[in-house]
């Protein structure tokens, strides 16, 4: 294809497309009749200038000329409490409901790599010895120590917000490393487990695990609940690139992407609920029970809120993608 030849018979339809655009909403019936047919033939021009001969010029400015008529013709629709309602009502609890299958293996594995590393640490001096040295552990472990006064050394709320920017970064991180064949994933996972697992092994040889049990439960478990969520939907994203199934990995990518943006905004609310709980019941004078329990109970409704919510949004065919109205068209429309 010739391309100024081509340029030279149709610029006077993408000249007169981009005059109706112009005009915003104030076009008549005949109008708006012609920019809908300009916009399918510079949809068309688009794919064959894509297609046959690419130039950047041509092609970004067509590109953003198709965006625009389209935004025109199909209107473009505001975001606003129907579309949080739908999330976090549908489209967040059913993605962490339909990644289920990776993230409970996740958290399975994980807790069983943590509780090990634990066991190990616990049962092996010159392990601990390998750590710190003996001065060294005693404070961390002593009463009055470093592992218990590390969640009262700061004012409760700006501790509150450090933990919970730092998980939901650590979340994010695993959902958008994951396409990287979830490699990085694993390595966060194996990070987050070794720190888990020092904790429990020096703490179980200076007999104090059940104290140490009772500072981390109380917000560990929706803690930790939320980063295997992320971990696993990272995982599955990383699966993706390797099997995309019956579609084109590109738009298998798309699809779990989306979602998985969805959950990094999800998760960053649990991640929220998570550090207020460690910032305010953690190392209050809340007996140790009252604490766990609050910790228990956090993470039930969580579990409850995705089974049945996200459940019931699953199985009528809610994948935590978006609209399909918001969704890129992967094709321009030709007429």
């Given at each position: ?35 809908v ?24 400015r ?59 640490i ?28 590390y ?17 939901a ?125 609050i ?30 109205a ?10």
């Amino acid at each position: 294809m010739d391309l100024d030849v081509f340029v030279t018979a149709h610029r006077a339809e993408w000249d007169r497309l981009e005059q109706l655009l112009g005009r915003g909403r104030s076009l008549t019936g005949a109008e708006a009749d012609e920019l809908v047919a300009l916009y399918q033939r510079a949809s068309t021009h688009l794919s064959l200038i894509q297609s046959s001969t690419p130039d950047p010029m041509l092609t970004g400015r067509l590109t953003q000329l198709v965006a625009r008529a389209r935004a025109t013709v199909t209107g473009a629709r505001r975001a606003g409490w129907r579309d949080a309602a739908r999330f976090f009502t549908e489209s967040f609890p059913a993605a962490v409901y339909r990644s289920r299958r990776w993230w409970i293996p996740t958290a399975l594995l994980s807790t069983a790599v943590g509780v090990l590393l634990g066991w190990w640490i616990a049962t092996h001096p010159e392990v601990q010895g390998a750590i710190a040295a003996p001065e060294d552990l005693k404070a961390l472990t002593k009463p009055g120590g470093e592992y218990e006064t590390y969640y009262s050394s700061h004012p409760a709320g700006s501790f509150a917000a450090q933990v919970w920017t730092n998980n939901a970064q650590a979340a994010a991180v695993c959902l958008v490393l994951g396409a990287f064949l979830g490699i990085p994933v694993l390595w966060i996972l194996f990070v987050n487990m070794l720190n888990l697992g020092t904790g429990i092994g020096l703490m179980a040889a200076a007999g104090r695990l059940d104290v140490f049990l009772g500072l981390i439960l109380p917000h560990g478990l929706l803690e930790l609940t939320a980063v295997f969520v992320a971990a696993g939907t990272g995982l599955r994203l990383g699966w993706r690139v390797i099997d995309p199934g019956p579609r084109t990995r590109r738009a298998a990518l798309a699809e779990q992407g989306r979602a998985a943006l969805g959950m990094a905004i999800g998760l960053a609310v649990v991640l929220f609920v998570s550090g207020l709980i460690e910032g305010f019941v953690t190392p209050s004078a809340l007996p140790t029970w009252a604490r766990v329990t609050i910790g228990v109970a956090a993470e039930g409704l969580f579990l409850t809120y995705v089974y049945v919510l996200g459940g019931r949004a699953a199985r009528a065919g809610e994948v935590g993608d978006v609209e399909a109205a918001d969704q890129t068209a992967t094709l321009p429309t030709a007429a």
